[in-house]
């Protein structure tokens, strides 16, 4: 469960950003979207404690993380919060598997290789398990950072952008797994985007303007 | 986890990576080579320079004398008269003088004729058998003994000067009735027998001359031999002519018939003493009991004789000094490489810095500190300097042993790429090391400062 209360932020004294309040329950989907330049990514990295926020509140499962600060953010981020971005961006070095171990060890010290496979069979990638990212398609690729995103059983999931460089089957087929595993893990899922391919599936809409 | 990943981070480009630790190997094993060597010449010199103040020899130069008596490499500077140089050896201010006398190898090793004194001079006992007490008995030292695989009892025949291929003596065989310990100094690498062993091997003269005289006059090879048998040769002054006594070895060697004969006679017949007169020693080691001998003898000899006596230390730091210069060159050089390597490291982390912010915030993104940030790009530096350092002492010990194998055949100076210097080749390691931490702090700081909103905002 994710809700905030009279965010604002700026980056610098001649423009503020006023953001919309959110509540948004486990299992359910809210879309955040907006034409560019409305600080949608901003929202996002504000929700994902990246951007200290000036004034204003964010509660995730009853905890304000505003006054979180250091490697105590680092740590509820990593826990907490899962990410998918728009591009996605893995270690270059390291396969599919051991990107999915990392991201579970860097937020709980344990590498949980059992649900790394597991998660990885449920998006259909489990035979890419061991390839390096860089040699799988957008499509795949995209589903990786959705596993990754979902490795640590996160509170809330936030995605960016996810579906604006895939083409329609594919944004489809991410929007439905997005859905679906919210839904299986109790995550609050929170979609930023203008894509509209995506806005006809979601009635739960807020927009920035 | 961390240094999994800096481990397969800096395999993920390894040509950037085989660069550096192409150059970081080059230089340690320079370095670690030099600091062996050095380390192991200057014991090795220094060992056997114990107990000898000043060496007293033919005139020439000083540092062959020194090279030829104390250490073996160099060719003697002549041959000094023995009976003058006894006075000297008696000199109130003498605690120990050994005499030596050059004359024949086996092939390869040194026949030395010297005393007992020596051996003990180089602490080394007898690890089977006795020391000499007769002529044509030797001992042998102990690289001497296995290389060759010589044991009690076992004969041989001398070759005449200091190669291998020069002419062999047929006559006079010696027997080896010792083996001595190893000791790790130059005594390992001789033959030791008395001075009238080798006084009665060659007879009166310098061997050179007689040479000479011998192949351009082979007539008289026979007049020589005659000699010979009417023995005494020594102590009939009038024989003591160049060349003239000298000839009856050519005869020998010419004539086998008249070797069985000469090798009775030296056998059984006239063995030379140490009392014989008008002999000739190539040189004497001197222990002064009292160390003013050190800087009057020097003078005292040059004044009243016609020897010189040279001051071995003296010699030897001079031998250093000239060393110095070049072992310092190369160490620079060394360093310059390492500095190269250095920057090597810190220009390809930088860039791959570049490429991987986005993979760093990824990361922080994942839960992962700052602090791990810095982890990975000081553990990415480190890793590289840890293999170049560990394949830069292996093949600085590659190097000592193919180094070693040319030195001892040229030399019969080994150096041993077992060893290890704790104190020096750690300080190589920290500076190993602290060159990785160097090149890793600015691009580590990178890492740590990452804005992590802007650099996935910018992506």
């Known amino acids: ?209 | 986890m961390i240094g999994k990943l800096a481990w397969k981070n800096i395999w993920f480009k390894p040509l950037n990576t085989i660069l550096s630790i192409l150059l970081l190997t080059a230089s340690v094993a320079i370095i670690t080579v030099l600091i062996l060597v050095e380390k192991q010449f200057e014991e090795k010199y220094q060992s056997n320079l114990d107990g000898v103040d000043l060496v007293l020899g033919a005139q020439g130069s000083p540092l062959q004398l020194v090279l030829s008596s104390v250490y073996q490499v160099d060719d003697p500077t002549g041959n000094i008269s023995y009976d003058s140089v006894k006075v000297w050896m008696k000199h109130p201010y003498v605690k120990k003088a050994i005499p030596l006398a050059y004359g024949d190898n086996y092939v390869g090793f040194k026949i030395v004729g010297t005393t007992p004194d020596y051996i003990e001079k180089y602490q080394a006992t007898m690890a089977e058998g006795n020391v000499f007490e007769h002529n044509f008995e030797v001992v042998v030292g102990a690289d001497v003994a296995e290389k060759l695989n010589l044991n009690i009892g076992d004969r041989f025949k001398g070759t005449h000067g200091s190669a291998a291929e020069g002419e062999v003596h047929e006559h006079g065989e010696y027997v080896v009735v010792g083996i001595a310990s190893k000791t790790g100094k130059v005594i390992d690498n001789l033959i030791l027998s008395n001075i009238p062993t080798v006084w009665q091997m060659h007879h009166v003269e310098s061997h050179e001359e007689g040479h000479e005289e011998v192949s351009e006059n082979p007539a008289h090879g026979e007049e020589g031999h005659v000699h010979h048998e009417d023995e005494a040769v020594a102590e009939n002054p009038a024989h003591g002519e160049p060349g003239h006594v000298h000839d009856e070895h050519e005869a020998t060697a010419e004539n086998p018939a008249h070797g069985e004969e000469g090798h009775v006679h030296d056998e059984h017949e006239t063995d030379m003493t140490i009392d014989e007169p008008n002999m000739e020693i190539t040189s004497v080691l001197i222990e002064f009991k009292n160390k003013m001998g050190v800087f009057m003898w020097p003078t005292l000899i040059a004044q009243n004789t016609k020897m010189q006596a040279a001051l071995p230390t003296y010699q030897m730091n001079r031998v250093f000094d000239m060393f110095g210069v070049g072992i310092n060159a190369l160490k620079y050089l060394a360093f310059g490489i390492m500095l190269i390597s250095g920057i090597s490291i810190f220009i390809a982390l930088f860039n791959t810095l570049k490429e991987r912010k986005a993979e760093f915030a990824l990361m922080r993104v994942n839960g992962a500190k700052r602090r791990q940030l810095l982890m990975v790009v000081l553990y990415e530096s480190i890793l590289l300097c840890l293999v170049g350092y560990l394949f830069g002492t292996i093949l600085g010990r590659v190097g000592i042993v193919l180094l070693s194998q040319a030195s001892e055949s040229d030399f019969k100076l080994g150096f041993n790429p077992m060893e290890i210097i704790w104190e020096k080749e750690g300080v190589l390691f920290g500076l190993t090391l602290l060159v990785g931490l160097i090149a890793a702090l600015i691009p580590a700081i990178k890492a740590y400062t990452l804005n992590i909103s802007k650099t996935l905002a910018n992506a």
Not at chain 1, 32 to 38: R, Y
Not at chain 1, 80 to 93: D, T
Request: hydrophobic share 35%; charged share 25%.
């Open chain 1, 1 to 209: 469960m994710i809700s905030t209360k009279n965010i604002t932020f700026s980056y610098n004294k001649d423009q503020t950003f006023i953001m919309p309040d959110l509540f948004c329950q486990a299992g359910n989907t809210i879309l955040v979207t907006g034409n560019s330049g409305k600080g949608k990514t901003t929202y996002l990295h504000i929700l994902a404690g990246l951007l200290q926020p000036n004034s204003g509140e964010i509660m995730i499962d009853n905890k304000e993380i505003t006054h979180l600060k250091g490697s105590k953010a680092d740590k509820f981020r990593g826990k907490n919060i899962g990410v998918v971005f728009q591009k996605s961006h893995f270690i270059a070095s390291l396969s599919v598997l051991e990107n999915l171990e990392m991201a579970s060890w860097l937020a709980s010290g344990k590498k949980h290789t059992k649900r790394a496979k597991e998660l990885l069979h449920k998006l259909d990638i489990s035979e890419q398990a061991h390839k390096l990212p860089n040699q799988l398609s957008v499509g795949q690729q995209q589903r990786v950072s959705i596993a990754r995103a979902l490795i640590n059983e996160p509170k809330v999931l936030l995605a960016d952008e996810p579906t604006s460089s895939l083409d329609d089957k594919n944004a489809d087929n991410v929007i439905e797994l997005l859905e679906t595993l919210s839904k299986e893990y109790k995550t609050a899922l929170i979609i930023v985007t203008h894509d509209s391919r995506i806005k006809e599936k979601f009635t739960n809409q807020i927009t920035m303007v």
